[in-house]
């Protein structure tokens, strides 16, 4: 069956079993399919010890995880081709659970996000309790470079910038320049160990005028030499699936890519825009 493929592919996504998201498999599968893309990544939550909601919702059971998603993508095989992903909530004290967990299954695609900053959530409003937003952004940009000094075992940083999203100001107090001298530190590291970022349509979803990261992020990713990006929805339900990929794709060009990434048992392949 010859596909139309009119949108990148779709290499960030949740469903049931992720803990905030209801959305069987294959109906994102099928939305997918609907929308015209040629391949998918299911990138389930992984969170060891959430502290809120219930914890286990977020603690993926792996083996029923990785089982139905490879029945899926052998039995729509001919219409899309599916990846299996996990995003992994880092967090300096659980490297070696998530290093585990990672090794029980040939995953193709692992992103690494920062959820939890020192136990707290911001998306939930208490992280944003009685300080500024300097204050919670610079907590959360120096809870990365944590997170990079001990965790590994990814191929693409989620999200980042990704705390702006829930402020109470959104971004009228955020800018690259406020942050450039930790942010600049974070993608050396990245592009020095061989890792990526990927560019999360979900910011516009969210009510900000830009994807995560900022696109001053992605420009000066792109001029430290960073090459490898993915394209990430964050849908959780289907009609999310590659939400806003036009306004995505507009902000790569801009910012000087001509390729992005996808990837297939943990290897980078790069694709046209």
Request: hydrophobic content about 30%; aromatic content about 12%; overall charge negative.
């Amino acid at each position: 069956m010859k596909r139309h493929i009119e949108l990148p592919c779709d290499f960030h996504m949740h469903t049931e079993f992720s803990g905030d998201s209801h959305a069987p498999v294959s109906a994102m599968i099928e939305q997918a399919i609907q929308k015209g893309l040629s391949a998918i990544c299911i990138t389930d939550h992984l969170d060891f010890d959430y502290p809120y909601d219930n914890p286990k919702d977020y603690e993926l059971d792996g083996d029923t995880y990785f089982d139905t998603v490879t029945r899926l993508s052998e039995q729509y095989a001919d219409q899309i081709q599916i990846m299996i992903g996990v995003e992994t909530g880092l967090e300096p004290d659980k490297a070696e659970l998530l290093n585990l967990f990672i090794s029980r299954h040939p995953y193709d695609f692992i992103i690494g996000s920062s959820h939890l900053i020192h136990r707290k959530d911001p998306y939930y409003p208490e992280y944003f309790d009685h300080r500024s937003d300097s204050e919670a952004f610079m907590e959360y940009f120096e809870s990365i470079l944590e997170n990079l000094d001990t965790c590994h075992n990814f191929d693409v940083y989620g999200h980042i910038d990704y705390v702006v999203r829930y402020s109470p100001n959104k971004s009228k107090n955020y800018s690259y320049s406020r942050y450039a001298s930790i942010i600049d530190e974070i993608l050396k590291k990245l592009i020095q160990s061989g890792k990526g970022i990927e560019i999360n349509s979900g910011g516009f979803r969210s009510g900000l005028d830009f994807p995560n990261p900022h696109p001053d992020i992605l420009k000066r990713y792109r001029t430290l030499g960073g090459e490898i990006i993915t394209i990430g929805s964050d849908a959780h339900t289907p009609e999310c699936i590659a939400e806003n990929f036009s306004r995505t794709v507009s902000v790569l060009e801009t910012c000087g890519f001509r390729y992005y990434t996808i990837f297939i048992k943990r290897k980078p392949v790069f694709l046209k825009i």
